[in-house]
C-alpha cells in the first residue's frame, strides 16, 4: 500500500516560452520557499538545481507549460509539464552532450547537453513521460532525508 | 579568504558590495551554465564571460561567493539590478579569466 503524505506546499508557476528576462525567476522563487520551510540546504541546493535545468529546457525548447511544487512531509517534487512539442527519443535526449540548442542559445551559454543529466543527478526520483505533438512531463523527486524503511 | 580582502588582492572592481565578509573557498571559471551548475560549491568565485540575466539565477542557486566578469566585460544594468535583488556579489577584473583564476588560486592557496 502506498503510504499518503500530506502536502506542506504546493505552488504553480506558468512558464511562457522562450522568455528568457524571467527564465530563472521560478527556480529562485523556489529556492526561497524551501529556504523558508527550513529545508536542509543540500535539498534546497539539489531541488534549485534540478529546477533551473528543467524550466530553461520548458523555456528554451517548449511551447510553454507549467511547473508545479510539491513539498511533502518526506519528499520535494517538481512537476514540468509543457505543451508540446514533445521528445521523440528521450534516451537521446538525456545523453550527455546531446543538444539541440540554437547557436543564439549556445552562445549564452546554454546547450552544454548536460541539463537532463544535472536534473536526474540531483534527484532520488527522476521520470519523463513523452508524446511528440503533445507534450513532455517530467517528475523529480528529491527525498527529505527519509530513513531507510 | 574574506571576498573584500581577495577582491583588493586581485584588484577586482566591485558591481554590487553586499557581503565584504563572505568567506570564498575556491573558485571554478566557466562560461556553460550546465557545468556550473553541477560543480560549483557553495562559497566559489564563479569566473564567467557571460553576463546575462540567467547568470545571476545560476550563481544564487549554488550560493557562490561571488560572479567575477573577465577581461573587463560589463553587464548591463538590468544585470546588476538583478544581482542587487538577488544579493549576489558581482565584479569585473580587466585581466583575462586564466589570470583572474591564476591569482585566486595564488591568493587561496599561498
Known sequence: ?149 | MQLAQIAADLGLECLVPLEPEREVRGGYCSDLLSDVLAHTQPGDLWITHQRHLNVVAVGKLREVAGIVFARGLRPSPDVVARAQTERVNLFVSPDPAFEVAGKLYRALHP
Not at chain 1, 17 to 23: G, K, V, Y
Not at chain 1, 65 to 71: H, P
Not at chain 1, 91 to 99: E, K
Not at chain 1, 118 to 139: A, H, Q, W, Y
Open chain 1, 1 to 149: 500500500m502506498v503510504r499518503r503524505t500530506n502536502v506542506v506546499l504546493r505552488r504553480i508557476y506558468p512558464i511562457a516560452p522562450r522568455d528568457l528576462e524571467q527564465a530563472g525567476t521560478v527556480s529562485t522563487h523556489v529556492r526561497r520557499e524551501l529556504l523558508a520551510l527550513g529545508m536542509n540546504p543540500d535539498v534546497v541546493r539539489r531541488a534549485s538545481v534540478v529546477c533551473f535545468e528543467g524550466e530553461m529546457n520548458m523555456v528554451l525548447y517548449s511551447q510553454g507549460g507549467r511547473i508545479i511544487l510539491l513539498v511533502k512531509e518526506d519528499r520535494v517534487e517538481i512537476l514540468f509539464s509543457d505543451h508540446g512539442p514533445g521528445i521523440a527519443d528521450i534516451d537521446l535526449a538525456s545523453q550527455p552532450g546531446y543538444s539541440t540548442a540554437p547557436d543564439w542559445a549556445r552562445e549564452l551559454g546554454f546547450g552544454a547537453g548536460l541539463g537532463i543529466n544535472n536534473m536526474e543527478k540531483n534527484s532520488d526520483l527522476f521520470k519523463i513521460r513523452s508524446r511528440v505533438g503533445e507534450g513532455t512531463v517530467v517528475r523529480a523527486t528529491i527525498l527529505v532525508g527519509v530513513p531507510f524503511f
